[in-house]
C-alpha cells in the first residue's frame, strides 16, 4: 500500500543502517525469549491495540464514502480482533514477532481492504477550520514575546498542546468526544517541567547561539497539532533564515495530516504575497515522506524526501508514533529533536514517566 515511487533510505542515518538504525524504541522481546511464546511487554502492548478497536470500529462505521459501511466495519473489527489474539497465541503469526509498526501497518492493511481509505477525514476536516481560525491570535501571542528564550518555549509547549488531539489514543479520543480540545487552556496544562526528557534549556542556549540552514520536520496530526504547534515553529525558523521542509505521510492513517492534506491548509493561511502572518515562505518546502503510518521506519522514505533531506543539518520529529514509540533513540549525522507528548500508559511506564508527560529530547552532533 505505499507510494508508488522508490522507498529508500532517510540519507542522514549512520550507515549501515542495518546495524546503526531501528526504528521501534520499546523492546517487545529479547533474543532470550521464547520465540513461540508472548512476552508480557507483547502483550500489554497488542492489549493496547485491542482497546482500541471500538473506537476504530465507530468511526468506520460512520464513514460516508463507504457503501455498508457498518457491515464492513463489524468485519474490520472481528479480523483485527481475531489476528491481534493470534500473535497471543503465537507471536510468530502474521510476519510477527509483533512491534508498534507491524501492529500499526495490519490495522491500516484491514481497513483499506476493506474500502475504507480515510475513516478520520470528517474530524480532520472539521479541526483543521477550526485550527485555521485560530492561528494568527496564536502567532500574534507568540510574536509578542519579546524574550527569544521565552518564545521559543513558548513555541515548544504549542506544539505539546497541539499534540494532545490524538485519535489513535482511546483515552483522549473519549476525552475529545465529549468536549473537543481548548488549545490555549492545553498550553497552560502541561504537566510541570522537568519532563520526562527535557533538554529544552539546552535547545534554548543553542537557540540563541546558533541557526540551523535547513530543517526536516516529521509532521503528527492534523488540525491544532500542525495549524497551532509546528507551523508557527516552523514560521520562527522560516524567520530566523533556516530553510524549513515539512514532511508528511503520503497517505491517511488516523489523523495524521496527509501531504494533500498539507498543501491544502497551506493554501489557506498563506496570504496574497504567498507570506505567513508577514514571514516569506519561499523558504517553506512540503514533502511527501512516502509514509502511509502513525509510525515511522526511516529506512524506508520517498526519494522526494531523501533528496531534500541530504544537506539538512536538523531533523525534527514530531509526536509520540514518529518521536517516541519509534525513533526516540535513533542516531541521526546532525542535530535532532524528537518532540512528544505520553499519551499511552505503556510508554509513560517504559520510560519512567508520567501520562500526559512531554519528551523534548535535543541531540546535537558536533561537527
Not at 493496547?48 to 455498508?68: G, M, Q
Not at 514477532?97 to 477525514?121: H, N, T, V, W, Y
Not at 475529545?176 to 492545553?186: H, V
Amino acid at each position: 500500500m505505499e507510494s508508488a515511487s522508490e522507498m529508500v533510505p532517510f540519507p542522514l542515518l549512520p550507515t549501515p543502517i542495518e546495524s546503526n538504525y531501528r526504528a521501534s524504541t520499546i523492546p517487545y522481546r529479547f533474543p532470550s525469549d521464547n520465540p513461540r511464546k508472548p512476552t508480557p511487554t507483547e502483550i500489554a502492548w497488542i492489549d493496547l491495540f485491542l482497546n482500541s478497536i471500538p473506537s476504530f470500529k465507530k468511526r468506520a462505521e460512520s464513514d460516508p464514502t463507504v457503501p455498508d459501511a457498518a457491515v464492513r466495519a463489524e468485519k474490520f473489527a472481528q479480523r483485527y480482533f481475531e489476528i491481534l489474539e493470534d500473535f497471543k497465541k503465537d507471536p510468530e503469526s502474521h510476519g510477527g514477532p509483533p512491534d508498534a509498526i507491524l501492529l500499526c501497518r495490519i490495522r491500516e492493511q484491514i481497513l483499506r481492504e476493506l474500502g475504507f481509505r480515510d475513516i478520520f477525514k470528517k474530524v480532520k476536516d472539521e479541526e483543521n477550520a477550526k485550527a485555521i481560525s485560530l492561528f494568527a491570535d496564536v502567532v500574534r501571542l507568540n510574536d509578542a514575546i519579546e524574550d527569544g528564550g521565552k518564545r521559543v518555549e513558548n513555541l515548544v509547549r504549542g506544539i505539546f498542546a497541539g499534540n494532545i488531539f490524538d485519535l489513535g489514543s482511546a483515552q483522549l479520543a473519549e476525552i475529545f468526544s465529549k468536549d473537543g480540545m481548548s488549545f490555549l487552556a492545553s498550553c497552560q496544562n502541561l504537566v510541570p517541567r522537568p519532563w520526562v526528557i527535557d533538554d529544552l534549556d539546552t535547545f534554548k542556549l543553542k537557540w540563541s547561539k546558533k541557526s540551523w540552514k535547513k530543517a526536516i520536520i516529521f509532521v503528527d496530526n492534523s488540525g491544532a497539532d500542525i495549524i497551532l504547534g509546528i507551523l508557527p515553529f516552523a514560521r520562527e525558523l522560516l524567520r530566523r533564515g533556516t530553510q524549513v521542509v515539512l514532511a508528511a505521510n503520503d497517505l491517511p492513517s488516523i489523523n495524521d495530516v496527509t501531504y494533500p492534506e498539507l498543501i491544502e491548509i497551506m493554501s489557506k493561511l498563506k496570504d496574497e504575497h504567498g507570506q505567513l502572518m508577514g514571514v516569506d515562505t519561499s523558504n517553506l518546502l512540503l514533502a511527501n515522506s512516502g509514509n502511509d503510518l502513525p509510525v515511522i521506519d526511516l529506512s524506508r522514505v520517498s526519494e522526494e524526501l531523501a533528496y531534500l533531506a541530504s544537506d539538512a543539518d536538523l531533523v525534527i520529529l514530531e509526536g509520540m508514533g514518529r518521536g517516541i514509540e519509534t525513533n526516540l533513540y535513533a542516531q541521526f549525522k546532525c542535530d535532532s529533536l524528537k518532540i512528544g507528548m505520553v499519551k499511552h500508559p505503556e510508554v509513560a511506564q517504559f520510560l519512567g514517566g508520567r501520562l500526559y508527560d512531554c519528551v523534548f529530547k535535543y541531540n546535537e552532533v558536533l561537527s
